[in-house]
């Protein structure tokens, strides 16, 4: 039996995402990066920002410092998230479920060397 569903691939959802306070450089040095998600997960879940971080680090991130962005399984302390220039915190973080032509920003607010 195959392992393959027809016709069960969730259509991609459009959604910019954006890159600052010098996390643009673990993405090749790009801050916009207009991509499309599944909108569902593998399990049949709506996608949401917890499933979009590892998308990132796996489809965008060209650095292999992956903790500079994520520290266990989530988005690194210091680093702001707006969704459509709101607090992530008022759409409920991680469990925001991506919405068509949302933009979703990550702010780093740490700045070392």
Do not use: C
């Amino acid at each position: 039996m195959s392992q393959h569903s027809t016709g069960s691939e969730s259509p991609a959802i459009p959604i910019t995402v954006e890159f600052t306070g010098g996390l643009e450089l673990l993405f090749g040095n790009e801050r916009k990066h207009k991509i499309s998600v599944p909108s569902r997960t593998s399990d049949g879940n709506p996608t949401n920002i917890s499933h979009l971080l590892p998308y990132l680090v796996e489809n965008l991130m060209q650095d292999q410092r992956k903790e500079m962005f994520i520290m266990e399984d989530n988005v690194r302390p210091g680093i702001l998230v707006l969704i459509n220039d709101a607090d992530w915190e008022l759409e409920g973080e991680e469990k925001y479920e991506i919405q068509p032509g949302d933009n979703i920003v990550f702010v780093s607010t740490l700045h070392g060397g």
